[in-house]
């Protein structure tokens, strides 16, 4: 008889997300420290929010001086993904479970340990996702908190290469993804063009980045939902029917 997933099986999935998790953090205190945040600044926000884009962007959108309105819609429409996972992970867990517990686990929720947490096939434990949790915040926490402090003995050079990684990772997570999806590649060169042509165009070019970046997001990724859907696969297919709904034939 298995016993159930505890919180020690949890740290242990959670270990490799962990150890990814530090060098981006890292980088996150590096650049906080290099714009001039306090070095409390950057390492209360990764322990308050969770999300690795949205905290890069959030501090650039300070830094050029954007308006809260904007900020605040920007960062929802990147971490908007967060609702979705949350709703599909409230799926796999107990009925029994009370609302401060998803409420503490939808705070956890990040693309990684979602991912961790879904392909179970033994049934969801409490311990076992605030064992991943657990590992995971850490990892990420303590990254910001390092590069936070060690931005001040590095050279300048070190740190501005740091700020230039970032975005190869970026890349590193997008053109898999577009190489293999036709209509991600669609929206990843749409909102590229777009975002270009906002720089010369009259009224565009006069809005923030932000409210740039919202309209890039949101009209491309109309355009590829409606032009080039994504099929659904068998993969899918199998995950609908093990979550007890019966996939709907078209």
Avoid at 200 to 211: A, C, E, Q, R, T
Wanted: some cysteine.
């Amino acid at each position: 008889m298995k016993h159930p997933l505890s919180f020690q099986n949890g740290m242990k999935d959670g270990l490799p997300i962990a150890l990814g998790y530090f060098p981006v953090s890292m980088t996150f205190g590096m650049l906080a420290s290099k714009y001039g945040f306090p070095a409390w600044s950057p390492i209360v926000i990764s322990m308050s929010s969770l999300t690795g884009t949205g905290q890069f962007m959030g501090i650039d959108l300070i830094v050029q001086g954007a308006t809260f309105l904007e900020i605040a819609v920007t960062i929802l429409l990147i971490n908007i993904r967060y609702f979705l996972m949350s709703l599909s992970l409230l799926q796999k867990l107990p009925s029994d479970f009370s609302m401060r517990k998803k409420l503490l686990i939808a705070f956890g929720v990040t693309d990684e340990n979602y991912a961790v947490a879904m392909q179970q096939v033994e049934p969801l434990t409490f311990p076992y996702i605030m064992g991943i949790l657990f590992v995971s915040f850490t990892g990420w926490s303590s990254g910001t908190a390092f590069g936070t402090v060690v931005t001040d003995f590095l050279p300048e050079s070190f740190v501005s290469a740091f700020g230039i990684a970032i975005y190869g990772m970026f890349l590193a997570i997008i053109i898999p993804s577009a190489l293999e999806h036709k209509a991600i590649l669609f929206i990843v060169l749409g909102a590229t063009a777009m975002s270009c042509f906002a720089q010369i165009l009259p009224v565009i070019k006069d809005m923030g980045s932000g409210w740039i970046l919202i309209i890039c997001g949101v009209v491309t990724s109309a355009f590829g939902a409606y032009f080039a859907p994504l099929e659904e696969t068998e993969e899918t297919k199998e995950q609908t029917i093990h979550q007890g709904k019966e996939p709907q034939n078209e």
